[in-house]
């Protein structure tokens, strides 16, 4: 099939390698516009954008595809890019871009099958830019993909495909994404091979929740919360903000995280205990006190400039002790 693909991260590269090996002729693809990054904050190219060039397809990074916004001349560009190439369809993928009407009229001529999208949750559940982060923050037991016919709305378009994925306790973003990014990307191909045999199904409107996409603000942890959602935000902000914690005047990114069962609590003997406060150093990781009588052991940390440690590794370059506490409110810095 003839496609124009719209998609930017590496979930979206996933998808386009899918459909290009698997016989799709890309006939035009659009990414997000290079974005400073790195120390040197030089502009990256996006995967999708990265693996399009090494395959020499058209490529196309539009600021924006309204018509009438801040970027009107990219836009209809856009429009004509996508009129010449006379695609069958249209898939996106975790674009960065909302579609304006008119793109969704481009796929709806004779012959067209529409656009497509690959969204990483078991809709209606998690509509939105982050539905991974903020299932696993939000301590879901599952996840999955939906392979949906897209509309006007913020992934609100009719339900074609969907597949249902574990997430396990341990799981973080980064191995849920690569988990359901694979998934997506074979389920977009089966979805191509017989479009017309697709039976589309309204979404609900009961149980609607709305992934809000992920801000560095978030990242700072707050004591005061139970153990159990502190180790959520933990594995649900890997790898991207990273969960964040003041100690002496320092900020680190906390990377591993467990909350305590009530009978692996140690005994602090140096006084009231409060949330924040550490109660041991050992070498499978720092116990500390949080919200609601609940502990928190911390198995992995990362100081400003430095490397992800275990605290094994940590603390044979750091004195701990018990005793110590953790700042809060945490100030956000980016080690």
């Not at 942890?221 to 890997?238: H, L, N, T, Y």
Request: charged share 15%.
């Amino acid at each position: 099939m003839r496609l124009v693909f719209a998609g930017t991260p590496e979930f979206a590269r996933v998808a386009l390698a899918h459909l290009h090996a698997a016989g799709h002729e890309i006939a035009l693809v659009l990414t997000q516009p290079d974005r400073p990054a790195g120390r040197g904050m030089k502009l990256q190219p996006s995967a999708v954008k990265q693996f399009a060039q090494a395959q020499q397809f058209t490529v196309a990074q539009p600021a924006s595809l309204r018509l009438d916004g801040k970027f009107p001349l990219e836009a209809q560009a856009a429009q004509d890019l996508i009129r010449q190439v006379r695609a069958q369809a249209m898939v996106v993928v975790a674009y960065g871009l909302l579609l304006p009407q008119w793109v969704l009229d481009a796929m709806s001529g004779p012959g067209q099958w529409g656009c497509f999208n690959i969204h990483a949750s078991l809709l209606p559940r998690w509509r939105g830019a982050a539905p991974i982060h903020r299932a696993i923050e939000a301590g879901d037991t599952e996840s999955g993909v939906t392979i949906m016919q897209m509309d006007a709305g913020l992934d609100t378009g009719p339900m074609l495909l969907q597949e249902r994925i574990a997430i396990l306790p341990e799981a973080s973003t980064a191995l849920l994404h690569d988990a359901l990014a694979e998934r997506g990307a074979r389920m977009m191909v089966q979805a191509l091979e017989n479009p017309a045999s697709l039976q589309p199904r309204v979404q609900s409107e009961q149980g609607v929740c709305y992934a809000h996409k992920i801000d560095k603000a978030e990242a700072a942890i707050d004591w005061q919360q139970p153990a159990e959602q502190i180790a959520r935000k933990v594995r649900a902000f890997d790898p991207f903000p990273g969960a964040m914690a003041r100690l002496g005047g320092e900020t680190l990114k906390v990377w591993g995280a467990q909350a305590m069962a009530p009978d692996e609590t140690p005994v602090f003997a140096g006084g009231r205990v409060h949330p924040g406060l550490m109660l041991a150093c050992e070498p499978c990781g720092l116990v500390v006190a949080a919200g609601a009588g609940t502990c928190l052991r911390i198995t992995h940390l990362q100081r400003p400039g430095g490397k992800r440690l275990a605290v094994s590794d940590y603390l044979q370059g750091h004195a701990l002790s018990p005793g110590l506490c953790f700042d809060s409110p945490v100030v956000s810095q980016t080690p």
